[in-house]
T-cell receptor, first 115, second 116 residues
Framework: AQSVTQPDIHITVSEGASLELRCNYS??????LFWYVQSPGQGLQLLLK??????LVQGIKGFEAEFKRSQSSFNLRKPSVHWSDAAEYFC?????????????FGSGTQLTVLP | GAVVSQHPSWVICKSGTSVKIECRSL??????MFWYRQFPKQSLMLMAT?????????EQGVEKDKFLINHASLTLSTLTVTSAHPEDSSSYIC????????????FGQGTRLTVV
């Protein structure tokens, strides 16, 4: 069975600092990988996704993520964090075959941004 | 992008009553929709897959008689929480994709249910 691990429950960074959110997955085949952001009272918004090809994926709001098959990781990064980035971030995995929209989510990482 | 809307956004109900939550794809047709549950400060857990015109597929441990799912059209799926109890208080979130080959899911804003 697939699983997603986000080892950091809560991360605090200062505005303007760089950010890296960790995500490790366990999957029997090549997965689809996603990062979503959830702000209070808001729905999940897709930041970026990896299906195949270039392992460095660019997303919205200046985020990027790198797929490392050897490490089973898909870490999310941003070079300079903005106060508006404070939110909950979820990594998710979906199957390549069948319905890739049936996602397994990590436990989430809460990001706090200090002024 | 595709829009998925849920109604209501939040609801409070008395213990023992039933609550219906709607999930609509506003600008596309969705043959399959997914229902997730999210407890406060926790992740999303898949409850069931809703298939248009057929029975829903439930994940292990989810009571199909308690969480009734109906996918009557290509743009609407409903989740009814029957005989709700305080432990059912949670956010219920749906997602949908445009077609079977579409690999991106679009999420509704969620419905926060509080059972008192």
């Amino acid at each position: 069975a697939q699983s997603v691990t986000q080892p950091d429950i809560h991360i605090t960074v200062s505005e303007g600092a760089s950010l890296e959110l960790r995500c490790n997955y366990s999957y029997g085949a090549t997965p689809y990988l996603f990062w979503y952001v959830q702000s209070p009272g808001q729905g999940l918004q897709l930041l970026l996704k990896y299906f195949s090809g270039d392992t460095l994926v660019q997303g919205i709001k200046g985020f990027e993520a790198e797929f490392k098959r050897s490490q089973s990781s898909f870490n999310l990064r941003k070079p300079s964090v903005h106060w508006s980035d404070a939110a909950e971030y979820f990594c998710a995995v979906g199957p390549h075959s069948g319905s890739a929209r049936q996602l397994t989510f990590g436990s989430g990482t809460q990001l706090t941004v200090l002024p | 992008g595709a829009v998925v809307s849920q109604h209501p956004s939040w609801v409070i109900c008395k213990s023992g009553t039933s609550v219906k939550i709607e999930c609509r794809s506003l600008d596309f047709q969705a043959t399959t929709m997914f229902w997730y549950r999210q407890f406060p400060k926790q992740s999303l857990m898949l409850m069931a897959t809703s298939n248009e015109g057929s029975k829903a597929t439930y994940e292990q441990g989810v009571e199909k008689d308690k969480f009734l799912i109906n996918h009557a059209s290509l743009t609407l799926s409903t989740l009814t929480v029957t005989s709700a109890h305080p432990e059912d208080s949670s956010s219920y979130i749906c997602s949908a994709g445009r077609d079977r080959g579409q690999t991106e899911a679009f999420f509704g804003q969620g419905t926060r249910l509080t059972v008192v």
